[in-house]
């Protein structure tokens, strides 16, 4: 059985973290504390490719460096592989068959091994799980492993893009069905099942402008949350002037009203809803009703007849209105499945996360095609899918360059060459390698002579300042 942490338990976790980064900080410090010949051992001169004669750092901090740069590669090109797998429609082909080699794409192989792809994706974390019971029982956050990035992602969606006169605010449901404490069933969606999302969207583009995740009641014994429609649209329209906000009427309340210029449309099971006069006092007539909405498509309302005596041109203008802007929601959701990123997995964090991808590519085309809108125009039923590809292939280029076996495929291996020639990889002279003057040592040095390039160690090297090397 799962161990269940009380708040006092939690609290000794956090302050036993504090103590062990005190003491890793005063280490620290002790270490810095050495000789300077020890400090002198410990310099390095970079290689010929840079322009100075020599710089002093410790091979610890530049391996560090280095292997920070190697893992940031590594995760773009594992994203851009994601996304390249969702290009080719790929979300129900095994990962075996995208590696083949007649089933396969060159792409995939070029960039990293099957193995490699597999440990990644099974290892990828997006918090310190070790605090990850502390945090959930002191802040009482059902998003724990996910919420560091989420917060990031979310506050980012706003800066890059303006929306038009017109937003709308409904939910979205990324499919899931493994274990999720604040999984939704919701039959009206294809997925049936999954995680369910507040979004509000630009009804022109369908930008994701914000979202807010659902995670249900904090305990099973709390009670029902009371005008949760009215706090979802006030917090994702939050910094919104000026525009119009489409919602359904779950999200319609007088005192949303009063803050929020809303559109609502008539329906037979609102009860106590807030609409047009001339519209509350025809309701019962039979002038407006629900057509029976399609798959995935938002509810459309029939206009006025020429011929009721009841209908006017006002109110067919709110109608028309109404399913002009209700289904912006809708329509991401549409978009997104079609090129989606996301793969089977039995954690919900990596299929929440799989589900930003998705959405972070379409309003990165969004935001191309406002300042480039003739971007191929001739192509416009394709754009999207040229995108995206384009988009995967520029994010794996960097891991392809670094890569210094070939593959074992020659489709790849040649794939890989051509990349390589275009984009060399980074030098590798900086590696730790012995000095070519010493004769049966076994010690490992880090500097390089700045005219033929070769290593040497600190007896077979003088510094130089750059006054005299002119």
């Known amino acids: ?21 005190e003491s890793a900080s005063s280490s620290s410090t002790d270490d810095s504390s050495c000789s300077d010949e020890e400090a002198e051992d410990q310099a390095f001169t970079p ?82 799980r070790l605090t990850r019971a502390a945090r959930r029982l002191v802040q009482q956050d059902k998003l724990a492993p996910l919420r560091e990035v989420w917060d990031l992602w979310a506050a980012r969606l706003p800066l890059a893009y303006n929306p038009g006169e017109d937003v709308c605010v409904d939910e979205q449901l990324v499919g899931f069905r493994g274990r999720c404490n604040f999984k939704q069933y919701m039959p009206s969606k294809p997925a049936k099942y999954g995680i369910k999302l507040w979004v509000v969207c630009d009804v022109a583009t369908s930008y994701a402008w914000g979202i807010i995740p659902y995670l249900g009641k904090t305990t099973r014994d709390a009670p029902a949350e009371r005008g949760q429609g009215k706090r979802v649209v006030l917090e994702l329209t939050e910094g919104l002037s000026g525009r119009t906000v489409t919602t359904d009427n779950f999200f319609t309340s007088l005192a949303q009203q009063a803050r929020v210029a809303a559109t609502a449309a008539p329906d037979e099971k609102q009860s106590g809803s807030v609409l047009p006069v001339r519209l509350h006092l025809h309701r019962h007539r039979g002038e407006l009703h629900s057509k029976a909405p399609a798959e995935r498509s938002a509810p459309q309302h029939q206009t006025p007849s020429g011929s009721d005596p009841g209908g006017t041109a006002a109110e067919a203008d709110v109608i028309i209105d109404y399913n002009r802007c209700k289904g912006a929601v809708d329509n991401l959701d549409k978009l997104v499945a079609t090129y989606s990123c996301r793969r089977k997995t039995r954690r919900w964090p990596m299929s929440l996360f799989c589900n930003m991808l998705d959405v972070s590519a379409y309003n990165a085309l969004v935001l191309w ?18 995108f995206l590809q384009e988009l995967g292939t520029s994010m794996v280029r960097p891991a392809q360059a670094r890569r210094t076996r070939l593959p074992r495929s020659s489709s790849a291996a040649a794939l890989l060459e051509v990349q390589q020639q275009v984009e060399p990889g980074p030098a590798q002279e900086q590696t730790k390698k012995r000095c070519h003057l010493c004769r049966g040592k076994r010690s490992v040095h880090a500097r390089f002579c700045h005219a ?11 510094v130089v300042c750059s006054a005299c090397s002119c």
């Not at 059985?1 to 980064?21: I, K, S, T």
């Not at 060159?106 to 490699?116: C, E, H, K, Q, V």
């Not at 480039?372 to 040229?386: D, G, Y």
């Open 1 to 21: 059985m799962r161990r269940r942490f009380n708040v006092n338990e939690a609290l000794e976790v956090f302050q036993q973290l504090e103590e062990e980064g």
């Open 47 to 128: 290689g010929p490719d840079s322009g100075e004669e020599m710089e002093e750092g410790s091979d610890e901090e530049r391996e560090e460096e280095n292997m920070t740069i190697g893992h940031r590669v590594e995760l773009r090109a594992l994203f851009g592989l994601l996304i390249l797998a969702g290009v080719h429609r790929s979300r129900g082909e095994s990962s075996a068959s995208l590696w083949g080699e007649e089933t396969g794409r060159p792409i995939f192989r070029a960039t990293m091994s099957l193995g490699r792809f597999h440990m990644l994706t099974a290892t990828l974390r997006f918090d310190d």
């Open 369 to 386: 095609l406002s300042v480039e809108p003739a971007w191929n125009q001739q192509k416009r039923s394709i754009r999207r899918r040229l």
């Open 452 to 462: 033929c390039g070769q290593a040497v160690c600190k007896e077979h090297s003088t």
